[in-house]
């Protein structure tokens, strides 16, 4: 298991690929035994979001707006690293991630397991 683990990002890679080229030959016409090309899933859209706007001109702009705060990142660019530091490290949580594996090289810390937990009792 930890051979085909640490081997997942080639295998992943070597998926992605014969799957881009048996669509690519799908694409050309190539008949692939049990399966058939389809159009994919789409999401809809504006055209013209600016037409859209003017067609619901009398709506209010809270009714057909969506405001949103710019990222972190956005925003310490707009201040400068100190000045963002100061105002507003305060109000920045920072989640822990989700566990993930990953080889014994990797520098992150490695995360309690119920084994070293319990190893002093």
């Given amino acids: ?26 694409l050309s016409g190539k008949d692939w035994p049990g399966l058939k090309l389809v159009e994919g899933r789409s999401v809809r859209k504006w055209r013209d979001e600016h037409e859209v706007m003017e067609l619901l001109s009398e ?3 809270t009714q057909i707006l969506n405001v949103k705060l710019k990222g972190i990142g956005d925003i310490e660019k707009l201040l400068g690293k100190k000045q963002f530091a100061e105002a507003l490290n305060d109000v920045i949580i920072k989640p822990e991630g989700s566990p993930t ?21």
Avoid: C, H
Avoid at 10 to 19: C, D, E, L, P, S
Avoid at 105 to 117: F, G
């Fill in 1 to 26: 298991m930890v051979e085909i683990f640490n081997k997942s990002s080639q295998i992943t890679k070597w998926i992605n690929a014969v799957a881009g080229y048996m669509l690519k030959e799908a």
């Fill in 59 to 61: 709506y209010d702009d």
């Fill in 101 to 121: 594996l990953v080889n014994k090289s990797d520098p992150r810390q490695e995360l309690n397991n119920a084994e070293n937990d319990f190893k002093d009792l």
